[in-house]
């Protein structure tokens, strides 16, 4: 089992900036893919960001250059950074880690942090 604890949602305003953290504990030797995933009212979870366990790293087209997903070994935590936040930005967000299949492939969520842009 993995747990998955999300932090730092809040409100902010339009090209404000947020750091969004997801702190993992358990099983997580098997983890292969950590990622952030939105989802606003009315719309569809979407992928943000994913980081492998190799170190690359996707994100969305429409946060590039804008968010940054950083990754601490030590600390067992999944970070995004991020700038010049837009009110289409707001949702709530999710970790989700991945695991390999050799160990049983089960998916895992946090239980999401709201992050609202709006002045």
């Known amino acids: 089992q993995v747990q998955l604890v999300e932090s730092g949602g809040d409100l902010v305003q ?3 900036s947020l750091r969004l953290s997801c702190a993992a504990s358990g099983r997580l030797y098997g983890i292969v893919v950590t990622g952030w995933y ?5 719309k569809q979870r979407e992928l ?7 170190g690359m790293i996707r994100y969305v087209d429409s946060v590039q250059g804008r968010f940054t997903i950083s990754r601490d070994n030590v600390k067992n935590t999944v970070d995004l950074q991020m700038h010049s936040l837009k009110p289409e930005d707001t949702a709530v967000y999710y970790c989700k880690a991945d695991e390999d299949s050799d160990v049983g492939g089960h998916v895992y969520w946090g239980q999401g942090t709201q992050v609202t842009v709006s002045s």
Not at 48 to 54: D, E, H, L, N, Q
Request: charged share 15%; hydrophobic share 25%; no cysteine.
């Open 38 to 42: 939105r989802q606003a009212p009315g």
């Open 48 to 54: 943000v960001a994913s980081i492998t366990r190799g």
């Open 14 to 16: 339009p090209g404000g």
